[in-house]
């Protein structure tokens, strides 16, 4: 049944949600499925992706949250993405694989948009520039209250914290964000409430994809 796929171009899913929401988790397990399918699945993440992209999330991640200004972080968001986009998903969608990215657009959308306060216009100018129309084939959010999806990413052993020190305000602001996005693009975006077990998420999510892009 996926060789109708896989005899063209590949499939880019994304996987979107606050700070500790279960992404990584969750895009492991789809990753796993897609192979049990016989899909060739590559797992990919933002920011990050390819090398400029990954020397670029260092600069995003570390540091304290003063350090850069909405525009400056967007565009920096954009810089890597476009990197992202040009070595590795473009290359692996031309070869028919699937794709897995844990964060894409709509995270700079919620958080620099929304949460930074920056407005959906401006975020929407630079991706316009950036990325043209590009866009996922299927886009999961997961949705936790911020408190929550805090709570779970509380110590953890990492300096990539730069936005776990922003205020509970603006992580309140993104996951208002991010349900903003999936009702102004519900063809693309599946909402999922991720306070269940991992499972349970992993089962609707699997779901999801039979249907939409194997049927
Ligand atoms: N459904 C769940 N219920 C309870 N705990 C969960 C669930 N999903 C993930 N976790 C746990 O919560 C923590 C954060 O999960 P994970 O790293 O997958 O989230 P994330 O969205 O990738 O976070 P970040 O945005 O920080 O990268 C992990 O310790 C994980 O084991
Ligand atoms: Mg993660």
């Known amino acids: 049944m996926t060789s109708g796929i896989l005899s063209g171009r590949g499939k880019f899913i994304t996987l979107e949600g606050g700070d500790g929401s279960g992404k990584s988790t969750q895009s492991r397990l789809l990753q796993a499925f897609l192979k049990e399918k016989g899909a060739d699945c590559l797992l990919t993440r933002e920011p990050g992706g390819a090398p400029g992209a990954d020397e670029i999330r260092e600069l995003i991640l570390t540091g304290e949250p003063e350090r850069w200004d909405a525009v400056g972080e967007t565009l920096l968001f954009y ?3 476009r990197n992202h986009l040009r ?7 031309a070869a028919g694989r ?4 844990d964060r894409f657009a709509d995270s700079t959308m919620a958080y620099q948009g929304y949460g930074n306060q920056l407005g959906v216009a401006a975020v929407q100018k630079i991706h316009d520039f950036a990325i043209g129309d590009f866009a996922p084939d299927l886009t999961f959010i997961l949705d936790l209250p911020a408190e929550e999806g805090l709570r779970r990413t509380e110590g953890r052993l990492h300096n990539e914290d730069r936005f776990e020190k922003m205020d509970l305000s603006f992580h309140e602001r993104l996951r208002e964000g991010f349900l903003s996005i999936a009702r102004e693009n519900p063809a693309r975006c599946f909402v999922l409430d991720a306070s269940r077990p991992v499972g349970d998420i992993q089962a609707e999510m699997r779901e999801q994809l039979d249907q939409r892009l194997f049927r």
């Open 79 to 81: 810089a890597a993405r």
């Open 98 to 101: 699937f794709v897995i990215s």
């Open 87 to 93: 070595l590795t998903i473009e290359p692996a969608l």
